[in-house]
């Protein structure tokens, strides 16, 4: 079985600053790892995926998340946001094994960056 | 490039009505398909997903079916909808394989009245 935990609901950060939206995973093998940003009334849009490799993947838009195996977290990361950054962010995990194409969502995380 | 297209945008259904959404990818073959419910804009809640045409797995029991008449069409029904059955309904893609990550469609808003 694969799981997925988003520890918070809800992110505020001031624009300009770091940002951190937090991520851990359970899977049986190896895990692919993903983080998608859907802006309201949207569907969701893929941002990085971990497949393995160097722990710190870069994405779109300035992402980059930092895979953890020890700790198995996914963390995403912005060295500096933006207001346009406020969003719901969904990490995702599927374990690299076979042909299990399904993959596991967390509820979700939502991103305010203020002024 | 590839394509994903959903159709209505929104949708307003009376309790007891037909249902039917549709998704269409464009630019690749083969695609697994995922239809997603989303309430509240929170969780995604996977109900169907198709590896191949005719191939459905129903992740969860419910009044609603899905069909895969063509290799990058995907539909999605209902015979009688519930009050329960409102909600952003969303369809995906994935290649067949690989990392197999997912590709969203615009979404449909279904309320039901």
């Known amino acids: 079985a694969q799981s997925v935990a988003q520890p918070e609901d809800q992110v505020n950060v001031a624009e300009g600053n770091p940002l951190t939206v937090k991520c851990t995973y359970s899977?049986?093998?190896?895990?692919?790892l993903f983080w998608y940003v859907q802006y309201p009334n949207r569907g969701l849009q893929f941002l990085l995926k971990?497949?393995?490799?160097?722990?710190l993947v870069k994405g779109s838009y300035g992402f980059e998340a930092e895979f953890n195996k020890s700790q198995t977290s996914f963390h995403l990361k912005k060295p500096s946001a933006l207001v346009s950054d406020s969003a719901l962010y969904f990490c995702a995990v599927r374990e690299n094994r076979g042909n299990a194409g399904k993959s596991t969502f967390g509820d979700g995380t939502t991103l305010t960056v203020k002024p | 490039s590839q394509t994903i297209h959903q159709w209505p945008a929104t949708l307003v259904q009376p309790v007891g009505s037909p249902l039917s959404l549709e998704c269409t990818v464009e630019g690749t073959s083969n695609p697994n398909l995922y239809w997603y419910r989303q309430a509240a804009g929170r969780g995604l809640q996977l109900l169907f997903y198709?590896?191949?045409?005719?191939?459905i797995s129903s992740e969860v029991p419910q009044n609603l079916s899905a069909s895969r008449p063509q290799d990058r069409q995907f539909i999605l029904s209902s015979k009688k909808l519930l009050l329960s059955d409102s909600g952003f309904y969303l369809c995906?893609?994935?290649?067949?394989?690989?990392?197999?990550?997912?590709?969203f469609g615009p979404g449909t808003r279904l309320t039901v009245t």
């Open positions: 971990y497949i393995t490799g160097d722990n």
């Open positions: 198709s590896v191949g045409i005719g191939q």
């Open positions: 995906a893609w994935s290649a067949w394989r690989g990392s197999r990550e997912q590709y």
């Open positions: 899977v049986s093998g190896n895990p692919y």
